[in-house]
């Protein structure tokens, strides 16, 4: 078990919930790994908890889809598949292309001003291969959008899927080839923000998020591939 993540503790939550977000944020971030064993005395020491919150933050891991429960193992962190990743960007797609067409009419210029440094910040992390910066600047890149579109409702889902999204940009931006696309893409997206062009503006988004699932699916195959010849 990865021993990276700790509980970080907040006295507005009640401390099942606070572990819970812990453990959530840990499978996210890939520190707890797709097929690894959630052990409740483990976990609870790793975490200075007893078991009754981490067996309760197991419970609400396992709603989200995050966790299932194997019999005669116990749980485990939920493997990434191709069939969730589909459902989820199928969603992401509507809703993007939603708000990159409200952005068109209600982003002001110092959000723009935000869009390009964000854009620029992406390229930059490319440059470097950072891939924490990488997944910050790209998150941040959509969020300006999400926040330009006058619409809470709209940024509430859109935020609340970004966090399922997590774990599948992280697969996307390990892949180096893919960097240059991205970067044209957000270049693409930006403009056409610009210009006010909700036509292309959305066509871009679409075509986006369509090669970011091309690209994870073929990732998560080939790692299916590696798994079969071990």
């Known amino acids: ?13 009640p401390l099942r919930d606070v572990v819970f977000h812990t ?3 840990a499978i996210l971030k890939g520190e707890l790994k797709p097929g690894e064993r959630l052990m409740e005395i483990q976990l609870a020491q ?7 919150p981490v067996r309760e ?18 749980a485990i962190v939920a493997e990434i598949t191709i069939q969730d990743l589909e459902d989820v960007l199928e969603v992401r797609e509507a809703l993007e292309e939603l708000a990159v067409q409200k952005a068109c009419d209600y ?3 110092e959000q723009l001003k935000e869009l390009k440094k964000a854009a620029d910040d992406f390229k930059r992390a490319a440059e470097e291969a950072d891939l924490m910066a990488l997944v910050e600047t790209d998150m941040r890149f959509h969020e300006t959008i ?25 697969e996307y931006l390990k892949d180096k080839r893919a960097y240059k696309t991205l970067i044209e893409e957000h270049n693409t997206i930006r403009r056409a923000i610009r210009k006010k062009d909700k036509g292309k503006s ?27 010849a071990e």
């Open 57 to 74: 933050a197991i419970r609400k891991l396992e709603l989200e889809g995050l966790a299932i429960m194997i019999p005669r193992r116990g």
């Open 107 to 109: 982003m002001t210029d």
């Open 46 to 52: 790793r975490l200075g908890v007893s078991r009754t």
């Open 202 to 228: 959305g066509n871009a988004m679409r075509e986006h998020i369509k090669n970011q699932k091309l690209a994870i699916i073929r990732s998560l195959k080939m790692q299916e591939k590696e798994k079969g």
């Open 146 to 170: 999400y926040q330009s579109t006058n619409n809470r409702r709209l940024q509430q889902t859109l935020t609340n899927l970004r966090e399922q999204m997590y774990r599948y940009r992280m």
């Open 23 to 25: 453990l959530r944020n």
């Open 1 to 13: 078990m990865n021993d990276n993540f700790h509980v970080d503790m907040n006295e507005y939550l």
